[in-house]
């Protein structure tokens, strides 16, 4: 019997960031009330925030966590230190 991927959604943590990420789900997220979407297009992912993109487009998960910011801080920082006050949205 294959066994389910279980992901802990309550908690925004950064490995859980990083399993969805790998596993190339699209994800929205919310943070100090505004909601972000990163998207897993032909092009790679971008962080976007009502409808503008804030980052290149980016294939490299790795890359991407270090070049996407929000409040002037990258993604990877914002989910290692700021969890508690991000929750996740739908992820497709």
């Known amino acids: 019997m294959k066994e389910e991927q279980e992901y802990d ?3 925004a943590t950064f490995e859980t960031l ?6 190339g789900h699209e994800i929205e997220f919310t943070y ?11 092009d790679g ?6 409808s503008e993109e804030l980052c ?3 294939h490299d998960i790795n890359k991407f966590i270090k070049i996407a910011q929000v409040d002037g801080m990258t993604i ?3 989910f290692k230190n700021h969890c ?7 992820i497709y």
């Open 9 to 11: 959604l309550e908690n």
């Open 18 to 23: 990083m399993q969805l990420l790998e596993i």
């Open 32 to 42: 100090k009330n505004k909601e972000y979407f990163i998207p897993n297009f032909q």
């Open 45 to 50: 992912r971008s962080l976007i925030l009502d």
């Open 56 to 58: 290149d487009y980016t």
């Open 76 to 78: 990877g920082e914002l």
């Open 84 to 90: 508690n006050d991000i929750e996740f949205g739908t």
